[in-house]
Every structure is written in structure tokens, then in C-alpha cells.
């Protein structure tokens, strides 16, 4: 198809949706940036939030935050990308963020992965604790990478608690219970494209069960390009689908979604996102 964009649905004039959770940075994106973030525009995503996974990342983060108006960024060590042994990472962080106040609106993602396990698990945990008490330092909403580490993250979430600018839990894999836990400390549950996955039995039934204003949604680009694009690059334009297919899980108007979440990101981020 010439124009991957006919399969989206179209928003109506005054609504607009919000990608919380995508790289922009990444290679993937390095021949056509400009013409994602319109093609974004034309589907009234109104703001991307670019996140950063380790010292570089959250530079260039900042500066496309600079250079495009509809981007924001957030910085933060991904447990893949651990600093050890860089000593003053996080200072270098600090600073970043201080010099960029007006650009940046979260910390993330931090958290644990147990799937790849690049890092022990004892030293992923105490860099997330150590990042957790810098995003409240920092007064930053939390953004946590948690795969196959569901417990391990509730628990230091419960224990380094409570967040006063609030948190996500990035592209939510856990069940209804832990929806719940999560969402009892405060935490909004952001839906990626893997929801459209026909194998996504679980994350569906979350988003069934789980209260409307509590929801967030993502691209994860590069990555987790819903259907039917799956295995293929994903793009901030592509929450569409996403979103469209939420609608229907929670059986309202794709409007009524947009401008829920759209809301929630607000609520969260920054009363100035949009």
C-alpha cells in the first residue's frame, strides 16, 4: 500500500492523541525523522515524548526536543545500559536535566529486565532504586521498564514509594492483579501495539477491567508495531491503531479515547504538554 496512513482511523478537528514512549534517536528513524513527525502531525498526534536509555540517548533526546516543537524528552538509564562502571552518570544526568528543564517531563525508562539479563539482578536493582530517589529529586514522573521482573518492581516501587509526580509502568505486561497493585500506588498503565496481537489474551482483559483514567498509550517505536504491520518499524502515527483497537476493547468512541488518554498524559507529564 502506497499509503500506510488510509488504514488509520481519522480523529476528529479539536482532538488529538499523545505518544508517551518512543526513540526517535534510534538509527531506525535516521534517513526519514522529518517526515515520521509529520506524518505523525497529520494524525493529530500532537506530542511524542522521545525517552532516553543511558547518558547519549538522553542527550539526543533533548535535542530533538529542542529542534522539534511536538517533542519532549525524558532521561534515564535503561537496566540494559547500566552506567557501572562510568562514575558520575548520573550526575551528568542531574545536570542535563537542569539545563533543560523546559524540554525534559520524565525520568525513564529505569527499572528491571530479567528477560536478557545483561546485569545481575542485584545490580539492576540498586540502580533502580538509586534513579527512582533521583526522579523524585528531581521532581520527574517515573517511567519503568519491568520485563519478567513483575514483583522485584512492585516491591521497590512500594518500598522507594510514594512518587509525588506520579509514574507509568512503560508498555504494561502484567496481569489484572498487578494492574491493580500498580495502579494503587499510583502508577498510570501504558497500552503499546501488542495489544492488537491476537496472542494478547492478558494485556486485553487489563484493558477491559482496568478504569479509563488510567490509561495511557505508546508506540514503543521503533519497536512492537501493531497489526497489521507487526514485525515491521513501528512510528508515533501508528498509535492510531492501537488506540482504535482500545476503543473497542472499552467500547467507546475512539474520540472519547483519545481525548481520555490525552488527558491522563497531560495530567501526568506536564499541564503544559499541549
Not at 513483575?150 to 522507594?160: P, S
Not at 498509535?239 to 482504535?244: D, E, M, P
Request: charge should be negative; hydrophobic fraction near 40%.
Amino acid at each position: 500500500m502506497n499509503d500506510p496512513l488510509r488504514l488509520f482511523p481519522d480523529l476528529p478537528e479539536g482532538t488529538c492523541i499523545i505518544d508517551t514512549h518512543c526513540h526517535l534517536d534510534m538509527n531506525d528513524y535516521a534517513d526519514d525523522l522529518d517526515a515520521v513527525i509529520e506524518r505523525a502531525r497529520q494524525k493529530k498526534v500532537e506530542k511524542i515524548i522521545t525517552i532516553g536509555i543511558d547518558l547519549e540517548s538522553s542527550k539526543k533526546a533533548v535535542s530533538l526536543a529542542r529542534k522539534y516543537p511536538g517533542v519532549k524528552a525524558s532521561v534515564g538509564i535503561h537496566p540494559h545500559d547500566l552506567p557501572f562502571p562510568a562514575e558520575g552518570t548520573y550526575d551528568d544526568i542531574v545536570k542535563l536535566t537542569v539545563e533543560n528543564r523546559e524540554h525534559i517531563i520524565g525520568y525513564g525508562e529505569i527499572g528491571l529486565d530479567y528477560a536478557k539479563m545483561y546485569h545481575p539482578a542485584e545490580m539492576q536493582q540498586l540502580h533502580f532504586r538509586i534513579q527512582l530517589e533521583l526522579a523524585k529529586t528531581l521532581d520527574l514522573p517515573v517511567i519503568i521498564h519491568d520485563r519478567d521482573a513483575h514483583e522485584d518492581v512492585l516491591r521497590i516501587l512500594e518500598q522507594c514509594g510514594p512518587f509525588p509526580a506520579g509514574g507509568v509502568m512503560h508498555c504494561f505486561s502484567g496481569d489484572y492483579t498487578m494492574a491493580c497493585k500498580a495502579i494503587d500506588l499510583g502508577f498510570y498503565l501504558s497500552i503499546p501495539g501488542i495489544v492488537t496481537f491476537k496472542n494478547a489474551s492478558s494485556l486485553r482483559e487489563v484493558v477491559r477491567k482496568t478504569p479509563l483514567t488510567s490509561l495511557l498509550l505508546e508506540t514503543d517505536g521503533p519497536f512492537l508495531a501493531p497489526q497489521p504491520w507487526r514485525g515491521k518499524r513501528n512510528e508515533p502515527a501508528y498509535i492510531l491503531a492501537t488506540a482504535a483497537c482500545v476503543a473497542d476493547l472499552c467500547n467507546i468512541p475512539l474520540e472519547h479515547l483519545a481525548q481520555a488518554t490525552t488527558a491522563n498524559a497531560i495530567a501526568l507529564f506536564n499541564p503544559d504538554l499541549l
